[in-house]
């Protein structure tokens, strides 16, 4: 069983220091990249306060395919450049949203959505997906969330095979 309770919380900075060890520690011995991305997402979920979905879309036939994830029932396939999602993966570069409601093409899986941020998971010069969070609060995340965030998807992307 896992301990949750381990991760301080009382600054962000703590808070996703603990959380990329604690990563860490989840992909000690285990390369499955569907299994990390699993754990990794569950963290996020259960850690993150005011996040109503985590998870990955991964790139497979030119688009992006849900991955494993936690919150509601989500788009199983996004275009490349259509969306966050799909803009991230086309830039390869983080979409840090304040009101996904201004952002032209937003795609709403979820009408409880106001922000969002993703995070390309790029390896090796390679797309593998997108990592991608959502918060039913305007500007809930922020350029420390996004450094954060890019840093715990080197440690994943470091330690499974994809």
């Given amino acids: 069983m896992f301990d949750l309770s381990v991760v301080r919380t009382e600054s962000k900075k703590a808070m996703y220091e603990d959380m990329n060890d604690f990563i860490t520690g989840l992909l000690f011995e285990e390369r499955d990249a569907i299994a990390n991305m699993s754990n990794v997402a ?8 005011e996040v109503n979905w985590a998870g990955f879309y991964l790139f497979k036939e030119e ?6 994830f936690h919150g509601k029932p989500a788009c199983i396939r996004i275009t490349i450049g259509r969306g966050v999602c799909g803009t991230a993966a086309s830039s390869q570069k983080t979409q840090l949203v304040n009101d996904v409601h201004g952002f032209k093409g937003h795609i709403a899986c979820d009408g409880d959505t106001n922000s969002e941020i993703v995070i390309p998971m790029v390896k090796e010069g390679r797309l593998i997906g997108v990592l ?25 992307l470091a330690g499974s095979d994809v």
Avoid: C, M, W
Wanted: charge should be negative; avoid cysteine.
């Fill in 42 to 49: 569950s963290l996020l979920y259960h850690i993150l306060p």
């Fill in 63 to 68: 688009t992006l395919v849900l991955g494993p």
């Fill in 132 to 156: 991608d969070l959502d918060s039913p609060i305007k500007a809930r995340f922020n350029e420390e969330d996004q450094v954060a965030l890019e840093a715990i998807v080197e440690t994943l």
